[in-house]
T-cell receptor, first 112, second 111 residues
Framework: ELKVEQNPLFLSMQEGKNYTIYCNYSTTSDRLYWYRQDPGKSLESLFV?????AVKQEGRLMASLDTKARLSTLHITAAVHDLSATYFCAVDKSGGTYKYIFGTGTRLKVLA | AAGVIQSPRHLIKEKRETATLKCYPI?????VYWYQQGPGQDPQFLISFYEKMQSDKGSIPDRFSAQQFSDYHSELNMSSLELGDSALYFCASSSDLDTQYFGPGTRLTVL
């Protein structure tokens, strides 16, 4: 069964600092997604990573995918308070099944 | 751009009652998914539909059922509600296995 793990589960960081969130998954997958969720709100799509070595950047966030290691990272550069949220990775199981398996989520709090 | 619409946004029910949640996917999206998210938890996949046919099933209780209609909207029917059913229920839609776009969610509270 496909399992997706994230670490850390909680992250408190100062503004201006850099940090990386890790997402490991247990079986082969074609695609990996990163979402952001604010408390009580919906999930907002951040990145879609479709191949080994894929790297995408948007503002202070950069995501990468290593399919051989079954690992994705979400790197935060020079964090600002507005980035405070919960970040989920999700994996789309190979074979075209129509569902995501979400990671446990990383609750990020950026301190001013 | 049009987004996924869910109704109602909030719903309060008593134990053993029935609830129906509705989802209107983004136009021209052919796949609808339902997820349940408990407090502090990650979203758990319940069920999905592709072109109005059930395509995958996750941890959906037998008390729950869902369908997708000819206009592609979907409904999640929940019967014999239990306290543990209190959660955020998200609907998402996608086209051709592309990124799933999530609706605003329905917050269900069972008293």
């Amino acid at each position: 069964e496909l399992k997706v793990e994230q670490n850390p589960l909680f992250l408190s960081m100062q503004e201006g600092k850099n940090y990386t969130i890790y997402c490991n998954y247990s079986t082969t997958s074609d695609r990996l997604y990163w979402y952001r969720q604010d408390p009580g709100k919906s999930l907002e799509s951040l990145f879609v990573l479709l191949s080994n070595g894929a790297v995408k950047q948007e503002g202070r966030l950069m995501a990468s995918l290593d399919t051989k290691a079954r690992l994705s990272t979400l790197h935060i550069t020079a964090a600002v308070h507005d980035l405070s949220a919960t970040y989920f990775c999700a994996v789309d199981k190979s074979g075209g099944t129509y569902k995501y398996i979400f990671g446990t989520g990383t609750r990020l709090k950026v301190l001013a | 751009a049009a987004g996924v619409i869910q109704s109602p946004r909030h719903l309060i029910k008593e134990k053993r009652e029935t609830a129906t949640l509705k989802c209107y996917p983004i136009p021209r999206h052919d796949t609808v998914y339902w997820y349940q998210q408990g407090p502090g938890q990650d979203p758990q996949f319940l069920i999905s539909f592709y072109e109005k046919m059930q395509s995958d099933k996750g941890s959906i209780p037998d008390r729950f059922s869902a369908q997708q209609f000819s206009d592609y909207h979907s409904e999640l029917n929940m019967s014999s509600l239990e306290l543990g059913d209190s959660a955020l229920y998200f609907c998402a839609s996608s086209s051709d296995l592309d990124t799933q776009y999530f609706g605003p969610g329905t917050r269900l509270t069972v008293l």
